[in-house]
């Protein structure tokens, strides 16, 4: 069976840095452990004035087709996965193809073009579709172009103001990939909830700790429903485990609870059953508050064990990263995690090559998906190439008042004019409106 998955991945980060425990905790009258511990986060990236999801998304496309030779020719679809867009009927990658359009001779009129919304999970339904296309056969030979890019912005004095963020990730999808194959098996979880959506508005409506319950609860049925197609998920069988990552501080949430779920049964839950017992079952107690208060007791014992931490240090630790810099990236996030945890391998010598990543994704409303990636010989080669911590590094650190003139720039609602604070180069850019109230882009050599 042939081999399908990503080829290569581009990053492209917003052009602007809220450091939130120097500038915006001094702001809020927090304690910047708040958010560095809390939510695990040192910083934000923000979009330049000139910047939005069609200049971040066309441009960490425009990277990678230069850096793999590409032409229009080579791409049979182009999927955008986002939920900041700014139009309920034209999509997302049809702005995307226009601004490539402007610097190939090339054209993507035969092209399938679309948009996927659920919230976060819509980067991975994408490579989904394009991974059913190819294995349908109806790709021609071609590869399909994914592109997750979101701001994620919240109101002013929201709770998740300080996990806002703003970037795009762009991956080739194609037969025999040189980065990562993708397993046939995956394992959802879903239902409808109200955790977090936006009704006609741009800004979030969220219930905080509902939202994490549901998480949580859809990330543990889609591992049931992975396992009940894969087999058992082992331990020592996954590398390292990307996750969606709204803030570190959730991940480390959900790592607990699949760490539980994974052991269960198992000899590492006998190796600590000395020294925090063994896992509570329903048919040890009476009635289900006595067994889930059991469980919590449980989980933050084992949340303590050195064995746990030494696990999640190799494992869950190294994908969040990038994340920690530039916030959440709502589509993106997911596939932030999956190239910081490369990252790290590469930086440390590790071979990879045949080692397998559990990737799982989220999106409110609600949504889980959980598969396997297994790494492919020459993956060195392209995550060598990417340069989001060069980016990252040459953000502009903006002040907390520039940074309230940025969030009203990308208020919807305002249409506020801010002068750049950073100079474009070699890059798409926002040129303003057109006479069907559409947005304009031009290529700034």
């Known amino acids: 069976m042939t081999a399908v998955g990503i080829d290569a991945v581009e990053i492209w980060t917003g052009k602007l840095k809220l450091d939130l425990p120097e500038t915006f905790a001094p702001q809020k009258g927090d304690d910047p452990a708040k958010y ?8 934000s990236s923000f979009p330049d004035a000139y910047e939005d999801i069609v200049t971040m998304g066309a441009n960490a496309a425009y990277k990678l087709m230069e850096r793999k030779g590409l032409e229009p020719d080579d791409i049979g679809r182009i999927d955008v996965a986002t939920e900041s867009a700014f139009d309920n009927s034209k999509p997302v990658s049809t702005y995307v193809a226009g601004c490539l359009e ?18 976060c999970i819509a980067g991975t339904q994408s490579i989904d579709d394009a991974y059913n296309w190819i294995k349908a056969g109806r ?10 890019t979101d701001t994620a912005l919240y109101a002013r004095g929201d709770a998740g103001e300080a996990t806002q963020g703003a970037g795009a990730v762009a991956m080739y999808i194609t037969e025999d990939p040189s980065l990562v194959e993708i397993s046939h098996e995956q394992g959802y979880g879903s239902a409808d909830e109200t955790d ?3 009704p006609n508005q741009q800004f979030p409506s969220v219930d905080g700790k509902r939202s994490v319950q549901v998480y949580l609860a859809r990330m543990r049925e889609a591992l049931e429903d992975y396992e009940s197609v894969a087999g058992d998920v082992e331990l020592d069988g996954f590398e390292y485990a990307p996750f969606h990552t709204p803030f570190p501080g959730m991940v480390r949430k959900a790592a607990l609870l699949a760490y539980r779920h994974v052991i269960r049964g198992t000899e590492h839950e006998d190796d600590l059953a000395g020294e925090i017992g063994r896992q509570p079952r329903p048919d040890e107690f009476d009635d289900e508050e006595a067994y889930q208060e059991a469980i919590r007791e449980y989980m933050d014992a084992l949340g ?29 996030s997911v596939h932030i995690a999956r190239m910081s945890a490369l990252i790290e391998a590469a930086e440390e010598g590790t071979e990879m090559a045949g080692k397998t990543l559990l990737v799982g994704s989220y999106g409110s409303g609600a949504q889980a998906e959980i598969h396997a990636e297994t790494v492919v010989d020459g993956w060195q080669d392209e995550i060598e190439a990417c340069d989001i911590y060069d980016q990252i590094d040459d953000r502009y650190d903006i002040s907390f008042s520039e940074y309230e003139q940025v969030h009203d720039r990308h ?14 180069e070699g890059e798409f850019v926002f040129d303003g409106w ?7 882009y031009t290529f700034v050599e």
Not at 102 to 119: I, W
Not at 139 to 148: F, M, Q
């Open 139 to 148: 790709n021609r030979g071609r590869g399909a172009l994914v592109i997750a």
């Open 196 to 198: 977090f959506l936006k």
């Open 434 to 440: 057109g006479p069907m109230n559409e947005r304009k």
């Open 36 to 43: 560095t511990k809390g939510l695990g986060l040192n910083a």
């Open 102 to 119: 402007d610097v190939y001779e090339g054209d993507f009129h035969h092209a399938n073009k679309g948009e996927r919304k659920f919230a």
């Open 411 to 424: 208020n919807h609602e305002k249409r506020v004019e801010l002068e750049p604070f950073t100079q474009p």
């Open 304 to 332: 303590d064990t050195e064995k746990y931490q030494d696990w999640y240090a190799e494992v869950i630790d190294p994908t969040l990263s990038i994340s920690r810099e530039v916030g959440n990236w709502y589509t993106g």
